[in-house]
């Protein structure tokens, strides 16, 4: 059923009718998947197709053939020695097999999503965090290297007993389906791991499970964060919060009828659980437009013909992605769109109204966490939708405003409107083991319970929860907190500006200077001195405003669409450094910045001229506070 969402007085009427653990009888995702396919077993599940054409290929699974899919892949990994406490990574592009992975791996025992974009290294090294024993990837394909990636990690994990891989053939039309195989690429295999055929080996498998769940709430999942530090990260689901996620969205936002359009990576939380989780909870209906998603060519052109194509009611997406769309004209029927649901990063006010004013639907708001197994609080569908906000925090979600100090402890409970740290508890908080490795946990928590989130944000009198920037993004300027969120919302009224980014960059007087890096709207042009005034003008606190301005023709971003700071920071702080010891006369360059688990972003140097000493370098970058090291 579909509860009344409209303010928080019905949050609070929907947990005043029985406690959570009454909500749903499903034990594990894929018993709850066994449920949708009893009353909804004929209903398309997912449609994926390779290129994005509104008349291009495509094939659609049922939830009786995805059901007994997941099922032949779980009987396929147990098969292969997995149990319960092993782990199955994947490292691939969207696909109707990336999907069936994610949920057998959850069946048979605990599934590790890989950002397929990160460098091999990382790859590496979040196989080996996670003691991945399966690794699923993509067969050798043109025009993109996952498969070499997979292999060459592989190669550097030696917990990796089998690579299964994933071929994209069977997507495809004559005459690619004819040419794809002639132009197959190569690859080198340095590991050991025996290696298999995805669809082939899953023929040979039972329709059903070969094998009981467990039934005790066991972890499910590995999510890993961020994305290109290098610095595995990895936060840990159970099946009570997957399960949990796709209770809320069936029962507050849609329907066994509705279709969503889900151009986002299954790596990634956002489309596994509040789309995916949802969608399948509901027993509605998922469309997967290319491998790459929105990156995919001609996703963006063809979007407005797919949602024809399909009746999309509900679109996902990202606000980097919902600005591109409306660079583009609405140039099909899209009469069944309800509404978009957009995550992710915070929504400009300006792109939201353009939004609404060009497709005629609202985007719906929301907040979510991979490390609380996403969702946390989503703008009421009913009611009113204050733009800017990240909603109402969701039923049986706890969400607190704390000023806590550096020990952890709490110094003050936040009044309504007062900012402080966004405290979370739902059924999606592992307590206690939010992450793999223990020591990533101490200090995470309050009264052994809420979650930091390490978001700033403060609640309404109405309830409605409020993001005003990361507590670790602020800038601090002296003795002066800076929130970067207000130089990036004066900076994004500019009609020239697509995207922007403001960062701390270090300076030797006041520890961190704001600094801005934009990106332009396709076709604009803009100097930077007409940017810097502008802020002078539009940036509400005058220490905010930016010392240092860049026009770049990308920003760096995340597979999901964030703007990713870490690269900002880097490219900061190797110009500072640089300008530094140039301006000193000391030979020695800034080369890289490395994420260092301890000390963070560490510059690394190289000498220009081999006379230079350490102290030489001391005194000039020892005014700053961000370490150095000589590169290796």
């Given at each position: 059923?579909?509860?009344?969402?409209?303010?928080?007085?019905?949050?609070?009427a929907?947990?005043?009718?029985?406690?959570?653990?009454?909500?749903?009888?499903a034990?594990?995702?894929?018993?709850?998947?066994?449920?949708?396919r009893?009353?909804?077993?004929?209903?398309?599940?997912?449609?994926?197709?390779?290129?994005?054409?509104?008349?291009?290929?495509?094939?659609?699974?049922?939830?009786?053939?995805?059901?007994?899919?997941?099922?032949?892949?779980?009987n396929?990994?147990?098969?292969?020695?997995?149990?319960p406490?092993?782990?199955?990574?994947?490292?691939?592009?969207?696909?109707?097999?990336?999907?069936?992975t994610?949920?057998?791996?959850?069946?048979?025992?605990?599934?590790?999503?890989?950002?397929?974009?990160?460098?091999?290294?990382?790859?590496?090294?979040?196989?080996?965090?996670?003691?991945?024993?399966?690794?699923?990837?993509?067969?050798?394909?043109p025009?993109?290297?996952v498969?070499?990636?997979?292999?060459?990690?592989?190669?550097?994990?030696?917990?990796?007993?089998?690579?299964?891989?994933?071929?994209?053939?069977?997507?495809?039309?004559?005459?690619?389906?004819?040419?794809?195989?002639?132009?197959?690429?190569?690859?080198?295999?340095?590991?050991?791991?025996?290696?298999?055929?995805?669809?082939?080996?899953?023929?040979?498998?039972?329709?059903?499970?070969?094998?009981?769940?467990?039934?005790?709430?066991?972890?499910?999942?590995?999510?890993?964060?961020?994305?290109?530090?290098?610095?595995?990260?990895?936060s840990?689901?159970?099946?009570?919060?997957?399960?949990?996620?796709?209770?809320?969205?069936?029962?507050?936002?849609?329907?066994?009828?509705?279709?969503?359009?889900?151009?986002?990576?299954?790596?990634?939380?956002?489309?596994?659980?509040?789309?995916?989780?949802?969608?399948?909870?509901?027993?509605?209906?998922?469309?997967?437009?290319?491998?790459?998603?929105?990156?995919?060519?001609?996703?963006?052109?063809?979007?407005?013909?797919?949602?024809?194509?399909?009746?999309?009611?509900?679109i996902?997406?990202?606000?980097?992605?919902?600005?591109?769309?409306?660079?583009?004209?609405?140039?099909?029927?899209?009469?069944?769109?309800?509404s978009?649901?957009?995550?992710?990063?915070?929504?400009?006010?300006?792109?939201?109204?353009?939004?609404?004013?060009?497709?005629?639907?609202?985007?719906v708001e929301?907040?979510?966490?991979?490390?609380?197994?996403?969702?946390?609080?989503?703008?009421?569908?009913?009611?009113?939708?204050?733009?800017?906000?990240?909603?109402?925090?969701?039923?049986?979600?706890?969400?607190?405003?704390?000023?806590?100090?550096?020990?952890?402890?709490?110094?003050?409970?936040?009044?309504?409107?007062?900012?402080?740290?966004?405290?979370?508890?739902?059924?999606?908080?592992?307590?206690?083991?939010?992450?793999?490795?223990?020591?990533?946990?101490?200090?995470?928590?309050?009264?052994d319970?809420?979650?930091r989130?390490?978001?700033?944000?403060?609640?309404?009198?109405?309830?409605?929860?409020?993001?005003?920037?990361?507590?670790?993004?602020?800038?601090?300027?002296?003795?002066?907190?800076?929130?970067?969120?207000?130089?990036?919302?004066?900076?994004?009224?500019?009609?020239?500006?697509g995207f922007?980014?403001?960062?701390?960059?270090?300076?030797?007087?006041?520890?961190?200077?704001?600094?801005?890096?934009?990106?332009?709207?396709?076709?604009?042009?803009?100097?930077?001195?007409?940017?810097?005034?502008?802020?002078?003008?539009?940036?509400?606190?005058?220490?905010?405003?930016?010392?240092?301005?860049?026009?770049?023709?990308?920003?760096?971003?995340?597979?999901?669409?964030?703007?990713?700071?870490?690269?900002?920071?880097?490219?900061?702080?190797?110009?500072?450094?640089?300008?530094?010891?140039?301006?000193?006369?000391?030979?020695?360059?800034?080369?890289?910045?490395?994420?260092?688990?301890?000390?963070?972003?560490?510059?690394?140097?190289?000498?220009?001229?081999?006379?230079?000493?350490?102290?030489?370098?001391?005194?000039?970058?020892?005014?700053?506070?961000r370490?150095?090291?000589?590169?290796?």
């Amino acid at each position: 059923m579909n509860y009344p969402f409209a303010n928080a007085g019905d949050v609070k009427a929907i947990e005043r009718e029985m406690p959570l653990s009454e909500r749903w009888t499903a034990k594990t995702v894929f018993q709850q998947l066994s449920q949708t396919r009893d009353a909804h077993g004929d209903r398309p599940a997912v449609s994926f197709q390779l290129k994005s054409g509104p008349k291009d290929k495509n094939i659609t699974l049922n939830y009786n053939d995805l059901t007994a899919r997941v099922a032949q892949a779980a009987n396929l990994f147990r098969s292969l020695g997995v149990g319960p406490d092993d782990v199955v990574a994947y490292l691939l592009p969207t696909s109707h097999e990336t999907l069936i992975t994610m949920l057998g791996g959850m069946t048979a025992g605990i599934v590790a999503p890989i950002n397929p974009t990160l460098s091999q290294e990382h790859i590496s090294a979040l196989l080996k965090e996670v003691n991945a024993k399966v690794l699923v990837t993509m067969r050798p394909f043109p025009k993109t290297d996952v498969a070499q990636l997979a292999h060459a990690a592989a190669a550097e994990a030696d917990c990796v007993k089998t690579v299964i891989e994933v071929d994209l053939l069977p997507h495809l039309s004559p005459p690619l389906a004819w040419i794809v195989p002639l132009i197959r690429p190569k690859v080198e295999i340095r590991h050991s791991a025996n290696v298999i055929e995805f669809n082939a080996a899953l023929d040979g498998q039972n329709t059903s499970l070969d094998f009981a769940e467990r039934d005790d709430d066991p972890i499910c999942a590995y999510f890993h964060t961020g994305g290109t530090t290098g610095m595995p990260k990895v936060s840990q689901h159970r099946h009570s919060g997957a399960i949990y996620n796709g209770w809320l969205g069936a029962n507050l936002l849609m329907d066994e009828n509705d279709v969503v359009i889900c151009p986002m990576p299954l790596f990634h939380v956002f489309a596994a659980y509040p789309a995916w989780l949802v969608i399948m909870t509901a027993g509605a209906h998922m469309v997967m437009p290319t491998p790459a998603g929105y990156r995919g060519d001609g996703v963006f052109d063809n979007f407005w013909k797919l949602v024809e194509r399909y009746k999309g009611t509900f679109i996902i997406t990202v606000p980097t992605a919902a600005a591109a769309l409306m660079q583009r004209k609405v140039n099909a029927d899209i009469s069944t769109l309800k509404s978009a649901f957009c995550g992710s990063a915070p929504l400009p006010v300006e792109l939201f109204n353009k939004f609404q004013e060009t497709t005629g639907v609202s985007i719906v708001e929301g907040y979510g966490m991979t490390e609380a197994t996403c969702l946390i609080s989503c703008n009421p569908p009913d009611g009113e939708h204050k733009i800017g906000s990240v909603g109402l925090p969701l039923p049986y979600t706890e969400v607190r405003i704390l000023h806590i100090d550096a020990k952890g402890q709490v110094s003050k409970e936040c009044d309504v409107g007062q900012t402080g740290e966004v405290c979370v508890y739902n059924a999606g908080v592992v307590v206690g083991a939010t992450y793999t490795d223990p020591a990533k946990n101490k200090m995470l928590y309050v009264d052994d319970k809420y979650m930091r989130t390490g978001d700033l944000g403060y609640l309404d009198a109405e309830g409605y929860l409020w993001l005003t920037g990361r507590s670790k993004d602020v800038i601090m300027r002296g003795g002066h907190n800076i929130d970067p969120a207000i130089i990036e919302e004066a900076l994004a009224g500019h009609p020239a500006v697509g995207f922007a980014g403001a960062i701390g960059q270090p300076d030797s007087y006041s520890g961190e200077l704001p600094c801005a890096y934009v990106e332009l709207v396709e076709g604009a042009e803009v100097t930077v001195e007409e940017l810097i005034e502008f802020a002078r003008e539009h940036v509400s606190d005058p220490a905010a405003c930016p010392k240092y301005l860049e026009i770049l023709p990308e920003l760096p971003k995340t597979a999901v669409g964030k703007v990713f700071k870490p690269d900002l920071r880097r490219s900061a702080i190797t110009r500072v450094y640089n300008a530094a010891l140039k301006d000193a006369g000391v030979g020695a360059e800034v080369t890289r910045v490395d994420e260092d688990k301890k000390l963070g972003l560490v510059a690394k140097l190289s000498k220009t001229n081999t006379d230079v000493s350490d102290d030489a370098v001391r005194g000039i970058l020892g005014k700053f506070i961000r370490p150095w090291a000589w590169a290796d």
